[in-house]
């Protein structure tokens, strides 16, 4: 588990930024600092600082699933049988090995650990990945397995509204 990071300071300036790179990744430095109200010089050294400091920790491009064949998603929960550090750590290791899960988050609720965001193909493929992959792991003692009928939205930015207060 990571250390809690203290809240990083940010002004206005740092907070337009991080709102308009969120949704335009690959603004040129110009174009974002006649949005923000700065010079370039600048702009692009808030932009290096908000890098450095962890804030933005990356870019990238958002991809068609449904267009590369991956027709099916599904979110599977995951009970384990034991709450011990090396069991989770097995656990995470192995569904990390696996391409089609695509977001696995450590969850409470429900009696369930974990919930796994997969794409695969179709229901053959899902099958597979259940029963050759996820369902050999030790420890797992249930899936329980919810199939999306259409995603509504997702990938919203993280408003820094909230920095404020």
Do not use: W
């Amino acid at each position: 588990m990571s250390e809690r990071q203290p809240g990083i300071a940010i002004d206005r300036y740092d907070r337009h930024i991080l709102e308009i790179l969120q949704t335009e990744g690959r603004i040129s430095n110009q174009a974002l600092a006649d949005r923000v109200g700065l010079s370039p010089s600048p702009c692009l050294r808030r932009v290096r600082t908000l890098e450095e400091s962890g804030l933005i920790t990356g870019y990238q491009a958002q991809v068609d699933a449904r267009r590369l064949g991956y027709r099916l998603m599904a979110l599977v929960h995951i009970s384990m049988d034991r709450h011990t550090p090396e069991r989770f750590a097995n656990f995470e290791q192995r569904v990390a090995a696996l391409p089609e899960v695509i977001e696995c988050l450590m969850i409470t609720g429900q009696e369930v650990d974990y919930q796994l965001k997969i794409r695969v193909e179709d229901m053959d493929d899902y099958q597979r990945l259940l029963l050759e992959h996820i369902t050999p792991i030790e420890g797992v003692t249930g899936v329980h397995s919810n199939f999306v009928l259409r995603p509504v939205f997702g990938n919203r930015p993280i408003s820094t509204d909230l920095v404020a207060r």
